[in-house]
């Protein structure tokens, strides 16, 4: 937490105070308190760090935080101070915590760059950090879903029906969010994205959700198979290997095109799976006569990152060799990551 005014406070640190141990500000003492019971004096006047230091002895105090202490302090230099609190796990003022944080999130985010104040900001992340507690502010979050931080409020309060309506009307912080976070029932809004054609960098996105949840393995593969935008090869090759479909990414090695293979290879790598099928494919890849320069050299590291003896990758590249199918220039170059280790 910063002093709104003066930033002379810094982030919650957990400190000893009169043999208590509780959470305040890591500059706390140096501001001048000298205990929960002693005297104060603040290093900052400005009405933020005054009404910082009233807050903090009321807490330490045996009557606690009160209602009262947050209604009378909503002017626009209390706000974070209000907001911080939320931080606190005291049940009873948490209502009255809340009902400030809505009266707060009332303006339209038509865009990040339209939602930086720094009132908006901390109220929203006060949000994520709140999660599901935070669902009845629902309706005023879906005005920030246009906004990273506002999508992922949205997100931790568990309201994905929003965030898959906007995504599917392009709003890109939505779509992130699903992807990032969301459960296996937004598989359909995802899927939808990633057919659209009209949008690559979304596609990624869908991609990347997709895998994290493990779904649609099918549907990822035909796409890596099938799109020419590279971004969106790789976004599919990736989300393969993080759910760890080698059986597709082993069929990728046997399609025509030469970027898939390259990416069928890839994945592999990423996936980690390291059994004698896997390892014999990306064998035959490596040997694969007249195969791209680039598919042998990411066959090669593939068998590099799932553990193959460096006698074994020495022996292909002499195999390699003699056959004649690939190119010096190309066995130099896996001579050079096998004596690199990379």
Partial sequence: MTCLTCGVLSDFSERLDDSERSMRPAAFDQLGVLGSSGDWASACQCPACDALFEWYRERDSDTGIRTQSITRR??????????????WPVVETRPALLKALSRWLVRPSLDELQSTTTFDRVALGRVVVLGASAATLKARLEAHVKTELGARALAAVGAFDLLEHAAREGVRSALRALARS???AVETTLVTVLNDERDPSARVEAAAGLGRLGLAKDLLFSTMSTVQDTQVVEACRDALAAMKATGALLLGLEVSSWSVRRAAAEGLGLAGVNEPPILEALRQSVLRPRNATIVVTASFAALQQLGERNADLEALLRLAQAAGDVEPRVIAACEERLARGT
Avoid: F, K, S
């Avoid at 909503?74 to 931080?87: F, K, P, Y």
């Fill in 182 to 184: 969301g459960p296996p």
């Fill in 74 to 87: 909503e002017g626009d230099q209390a706000v974070g101070l209000i907001l911080d609190t939320l931080e």
